[in-house]
């Protein structure tokens, strides 16, 4: 019986030359989402972004973004807007995409940024405590995801997500009182894996980045509980 044919695979050996390296970086014309994109770390990738040419769409529950935001467009050259969302609201995500597509034309990249923490022993961490933890951090990462990646399957143009996970997803943090976070870090990272993987048919890449402590607002939050144990 003969066996089937083996799919043919064409390598082009100059491949490496015909694309600069500075095209595979460029985020022209791109618009990415950013969860939690009004300060710290995801304005910070937002302005990464802006700088490669991307367009940026925060969205944050806080009102007022940090004054650095407005440097996405005056330095950057970014069109940059700022949506009032709650990542746990299903309805209000779906909206806010939807007016996404009609501002900047497309979802290309998604950042879920937005993300809270909690530092109390484990042993007096409340199921309400735990509960609104899960539901910002796991909850709205997932559904954040769902959506960008339903817009990028029906776009037929792939996209690029990112999750944000931490250092407390892979290993205990001696000395934080951090367990509830770490069980939610640790649902971030599981879902991304299963996420890059479903996504795979529709061109869609899903990874995660697992920052250690980097000093911005919600890290001060930790830092403040810190200093005040010793008074
Ligand atoms: N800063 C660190 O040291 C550190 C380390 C590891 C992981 N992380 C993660 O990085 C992400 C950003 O952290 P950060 O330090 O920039 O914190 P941050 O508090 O400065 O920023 C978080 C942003 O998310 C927004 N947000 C929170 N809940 C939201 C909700 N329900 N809907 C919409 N927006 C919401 C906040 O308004 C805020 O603008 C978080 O997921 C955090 O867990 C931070």
């Known amino acids: ?25 460029s985020l022209a014309s791109k618009t990415v989402v950013i969860t939690g994109g009004a300060r710290g770390l995801g304005l910070s990738f937002a302005r990464a972004c802006a700088e490669v040419g991307a367009n940026i769409a925060a969205f944050d529950r806080l009102d007022t973004p940090h004054s650095d935001f407005a440097l996405l467009e005056s330095e950057c050259g970014a069109k940059a807007k700022l949506y009032n969302v709650d990542v746990t609201d299903a309805a209000g995500l779906e909206a806010a995409f939807e007016n996404v597509k009609r501002d900047f034309g497309s979802v290309d990249c998604c950042i879920t940024a937005a993300g809270i923490g909690m530092e109390k022993p484990f042993l007096e961490t ?53 367990a509830g976070y770490c069980a939610t ?20 890449r899903v990874n ?18 810190f200093l005040h144990s010793f008074w």
């Open 208 to 225: 995660s980045i697992s920052p250690g402590f980097v000093c911005l607002f919600l890290f001060s939050f930790f830092l403040l509980h």
């Open 1 to 25: 019986m003969p066996s089937p044919a083996s799919p043919k695979v064409v390598v082009d050996m100059d491949a490496y030359r015909k694309t600069h390296v500075s095209q595979l970086l």
């Open 126 to 178: 409340t199921t309400e405590e735990l509960k609104s933890l899960l539901m910002v951090n796991v909850l709205g990462t997932f559904l954040t995801v769902q959506i960008a990646a339903k817009h990028m399957k029906a776009q037929g143009t792939g996209g690029s997500i990112l999750t944000v996970a931490s250092v407390g997803a892979h290993c205990a943090v001696p000395g934080k009182l951090i």
């Open 185 to 204: 870090k640790g649902g971030v990272l599981a879902m991304t894996r299963a996420m890059a993987d479903e996504l795979i048919p529709w061109n869609i």
